[in-house]
Nanobody, 120 residues
């Protein structure tokens, strides 16, 4: 049973923006911090951002300022707004839910991933 469903990935040119969405079940959404990871080809999965149930946000230092995480509690959906995209942002982006999202062993739920490809 798929409990986190991502959408919004695709192809963008450098400098453009994309917004990813992750729809979750109500139980998962209300009881967990939500966040995003990404995995580029040949690299380890990398934490991107977290948003708490109360709306506090945390970002990877390397991405802060270009990426914004938000949540819509009525839609049980978390978003990742990605601006000023760079070719190095090319990766599969995964939605995650857990108690401490930035630590993979504390992620309880993973999405199936959505591909983001940025061309130069």
């Amino acid at each position: 049973q798929v409990q986190l469903v991502e959408s919004g990935g695709g192809l963008a040119q450098a400098g453009e923006s994309l917004r990813l969405s992750c729809a979750a079940s109500a139980t998962i959404f209300s009881g967990n911090k939500m966040g995003w990871y990404r995995q580029a080809p040949g690299k380890q999965r990398e934490w991107v951002a977290t948003i708490s149930t109360g709306g506090d946000t945390f970002y990877s230092n390397s991405l802060k300022g270009r990426f914004t995480i938000s949540r819509d509690n009525e839609k049980n959906t978390v978003y990742l707004q990605m601006n000023s995209l760079k070719p190095e942002d090319t990766a599969v982006y995964y939605c995650a839910a857990g108690t401490i999202v930035r630590i993979p062993s504390y992620v309880h739920y993973w999405g199936q991933g959505t591909q983001v490809t940025v061309s130069s």
